[in-house]
Every structure is written in C-alpha cells, then in structure tokens.
C-alpha cells in the first residue's frame, strides 16, 4: 500500500512539474502546439494511452476508497467510556483517509487542468497563426488597394493628359482647316487676280500697241507736214493740226507712263501676295508636322495602356 502510495505522490510531482512548464514561458504557443502535434508525442501517447487511462482508473478507485473511509470514521460517536487507544486509532484512520483523499484526489485534478492549459495553448497558438494570416493579408489587400489607387491616379493623370492632347489636336484641326480655308481662298483670289491682271495686261498691251501705232502715224504726219512745210505749202490750218497732233501724243505719252507705273505696281503686289501665299504654306506644313507628332504621341499612350491593361489583368 505505501508503494502505491508512493507511485501517486510521484505521479502528483510529475504532473505539478508538467503544470509549471505549461504555465511559465519556456516556449512559445507555437513551439508548444508544434510539440503537442509532433509525430513523437502521437506515439507516445498512442502507447501510454492504457497506462495513463488505468493510473486514472485507479485514483479514481483510490479517491472513491479514501471518501468511504473518511466518511465511516467521520461519523462515528465519541462515547465517554472509549480507551484512548481505540480514539487514537480511529483518529489515525481517519487521518490516512484525508492523506489518501488528497494523494489520489490532486492528480485527477492536475490532470483536468494539464488537458485544459493544453487545449488553451493550442486554442492560443491558431488564434496566433489566424491572426498572422489576417495581418498579412489585411498588408496585401492594402498594399493591392494602394497599388489601384496609384493606377487610378495614373489613369486620371493620362486621361487628363489625353483630354489636353486631344483639346489641342483639335484646336490644331481648327487652326489647320482655317489656314487651308484661307490658303484656298487666297489661291483662288490670286488666281482670280492673276486672271484680271493678265486680261488687263493684254488690254493694256494692246493699247499701247495701239498707242504706239498712233503714235508712228502721227509721227510720219508731222514729218510729212514738216515736209510740206519746208517746200513753202504752211498755212495756219496746218499748223494748228500740227498743234493739235502734239497735243495728242504727249497726251498718250502720259497715259503710256500712268499704265507702266500701274503694271509695275500690279507686280509689287504680285511678289507680296507670293510671299503671303509661301509664309502660309510653311506655317501649313508646319502645323502638319506637330497635328502627326501628336497623332504618334497619342498611338504610343495608347500601345502603352494597352500592355498595362494585359498585364493587369
């Protein structure tokens, strides 16, 4: 009986020893839970399992015993004729029910509370590995939103820029089709131009074919009449045809020198209007040049959200 005795004291001292390792920090609920689920433990419980169960069975035969004793000498009446002896032996009796109650009764009591610090700790050690995983994941979600909100802005930042390309496109269209309107419009006025200009070239040609014709005709009329003068046929008749023929060609001398000086001034104004029609032709292809460097720009955003989408996605 003192061997079984002290089988469970040192079963109780083993227990106390497990209980203050679970309870102190020797080690973390993750090193605790890998150990509760190492490969070694299994074994070791799936062969220890009857031991343990038959230890339990027998603490609790033990603990049923030491409460049946404890309650037959509890009960007991003191009478005043009982010898010393006989008290001192049912006080003894009673004392060894108490000391086995309490050596049978302490283990199953570690042992409820060895199982539950050890589902605590396991219970412990998932929160912590939950609450790992919805940290990391709360990180990669905001990080996720935060990489949207980068491509958001950058989205509005391109749609912006796009929208002022496209303003200015188009503010360059504009501007295209005017000076093309106006480019045509002085080509056909020039055109229009060049045609009364050469109309009035020839009119003015011929007019002073003309004059000049008149003027070799009445050049050869006065000197016939200088001839006729010389043989002595003068008369003032003549004279005053003489008179009036002078009069006539420094009048067509004049008008000669009104329509050069007006030709001359219809080529200043030709040279000018050739100059105004070169200066809009470079502007044209200038414009030209910018409205198709915009037109590549905008092809490249275009490829370039074009792969970020694919990627994306």
């Given at each position: ?205 011929a007019l002073a074919v003309?004059?000049?014709e008149r003027i070799r ?79 590549r720009q905008m092809n ?14």
């Amino acid at each position: 009986m003192d061997l079984v005795l002290t089988l469970m004291a040192g079963f109780s001292y083993a227990e106390i020893c497990v209980v203050l390792l679970l309870v102190l920090p020797v080690a973390s609920p993750h090193k605790w839970n890998r150990f509760f689920k190492s490969k070694f433990l299994a074994m070791v419980a799936r062969r220890a399992y009857l031991c343990f169960f038959f230890v339990i069975v027998v603490l609790v035969l033990f603990l049923l015993e030491a409460i049946r004793e404890m309650r037959k000498y509890s009960n007991q009446e003191h009478y005043a004729d009982v010898r010393l002896n006989t008290e001192m032996q049912r006080s003894m009796r009673l004392f060894k029910a108490q000391r086995n109650f309490c050596i049978s009764g302490f283990p199953i009591f570690l042992a409820l509370v060895i199982r539950r610090l050890v589902t605590l700790i396991s219970v412990q050690a998932n929160l912590l590995d939950q609450n790992e995983a919805t940290f990391k994941q709360a990180q990669s979600a905001s990080a996720i939103i935060r990489s949207l909100m980068q491509d958001i802005n950058t989205e509005k930042a391109d749609e912006a820029k796009e929208d002022s390309t496209l303003a200015e496109i188009t503010n360059i269209k504009e501007r295209t089709q005017e000076l093309t309107a106006e480019l045509n419009r002085e080509k056909k006025d020039k055109e229009d131009r060049n045609t009364e200009k050469a109309d009035e070239a020839k009119e003015d040609s011929a007019l002073a074919v003309t004059i000049r014709e008149r003027i070799r005709e009445l050049t050869a009329e006065l000197n016939r009449e200088k001839k006729n003068k010389k043989d002595g046929n003068t008369e003032k008749v003549d004279e005053a045809k003489e008179d009036d023929t002078l009069a006539v060609i420094t009048k067509m001398k004049e008008v000669l020198h009104e329509l050069t000086v007006e030709l001359n001034r219809e080529n200043k104004e030709k040279e000018a209007l050739k100059s105004q029609a070169k200066s809009l032709n470079r502007e044209y292809v200038r414009l030209i040049g910018q409205y198709s460097k915009f037109e590549r720009q905008m092809n490249i955003n275009a490829e370039c959200d074009d792969k970020a989408d694919k990627k994306f996605n």
